[in-house]
């Protein structure tokens, strides 16, 4: 088996079985990463399209400062916030152009994502805590979910946001009072 | 247990509901996907302008430029004549003086001929 730092150089010279190996190893994190910031199956599919593309066009700019996986994390993130945002113009745009009754017939998204990954007896809750996530600010919904979905430590989050521990202790800790609070706000409403 | 205490309770267990979750699996098609994108994208420049020229407002913003150009042209050429009409003799007689062929055109002028 080739190890990492020769794959990577391999990919810097273009070779095609090493872009084949890069993407079957690290395709299901990258995917689930995007998946859990976007909340959508399909997009999540283009996004991680993007996101290899976009490392084999930049794979040279790669110094191996970090770890590899660090880097992927980084361009996984950053594409997916990218196009939450890019969403949210378009649903601003959409809604001026309701204002002007000039179009905009997009209609509000259905909430309950269903993560594949969420066992049945937990199906209804995550689907509530999804939804209270997709409220959260970008950092911290970015935070949350490279710490619960992928499993990594404040340390690792920390590389792949470039900044501190305690700032990610912070923004874990702001995204959880967050959550409770909207979750309060929800079954309040639908508990009673 | 009070209504307060059993909504803490739904919200521990919610905030708790990802604790076990698995990893979201990529389709398995994915490679070959990325590879047939970029092979579209690599087929160049013309395929892009043409899907950006086919875009219907693009397509329809074009037609109307053309439009407007040839109802300018229309315009200006009308409203150059006195009164809007243009003297056919006009545009002749620039060219005559530009080339100095005046003196020849007159030579032409059989019925004023004189005998010299």
Same mark, same amino acid.
């Given at each position: 088996m080739i190890n990492e730092t020769e794959l990577i150089d391999r990919l810097k010279q273009g070779d095609e079985t090493a872009f084949k190996t890069i993407v079957e190893q690290w395709k299901d994190m990258v995917y689930n990463t995007i998946l859990g910031i976007v909340q959508n199956d399909t997009e999540a599919e283009d996004l991680a399209q993007d996101v290899f593309i976009k490392v084999f066009e #930049?794979? $040279?700019?790669?110094? $191996? /400062? @970090?770890?590899f996986s660090t880097w992927l994390y980084r361009i996984a993130t950053t594409t997916a916030l990218d196009h939450l945002r890019s969403k949210k113009r378009k649903k601003r745009f959409g809604f001026l152009q309701s204002l002007t009754g @000039? $179009?905009? /017939?997009e209609k509000e998204q259905i909430p309950d994502f269903h993560h594949p990954g969420v066992n049945l007896d937990n199906k209804e809750r995550a689907a509530v805590l999804f939804k209270a996530i997709d409220a959260l600010p970008e950092s911290q919904k970015a935070a949350y979910t490279l710490h #619960? +979905?992928? $499993? +990594?430590s404040y340390r690792d989050v920390s590389e792949v946001l470039n900044t501190t521990v305690s700032a990610v202790e912070s923004l874990m800790s702001r995204a959880n009072q967050n959550l409770r609070k909207q979750l309060e706000e929800y079954y309040n409403k639908h508990y009673r | 247990m009070t209504p307060q205490e059993k909504i803490q309770q739904e919200i521990e267990r919610t905030l708790q509901s990802l604790d076990s979750i698995k990893r979201a699996e990529a389709n398995p098609f994915l490679f070959t996907r990325i590879k047939a994108r970029m092979n579209r994208k690599a087929n160049g420049w013309e395929e892009g302008i043409f899907s950006f020229v086919s875009k219907p407002v693009i397509a329809i913003g074009i037609l109307l430029l053309v439009m407007a150009v040839n109802g300018w042209a229309l315009w200006d050429g009308s409203g150059s004549g006195e009164n809007g009409i243009t003297d056919p003799t006009s545009s002749f007689s620039e060219l005559a003086n530009e080339y100095n062929i005046v003196a020849s055109v007159n030579n032409y002028d059989y019925e004023n001929m004189t005998n010299e």
């Open positions: #930049k794979v $040279g700019t790669f110094k $191996g /400062d @970090s770890k @000039s $179009g905009g /017939d #619960k +979905l992928e $499993g +990594l | -």
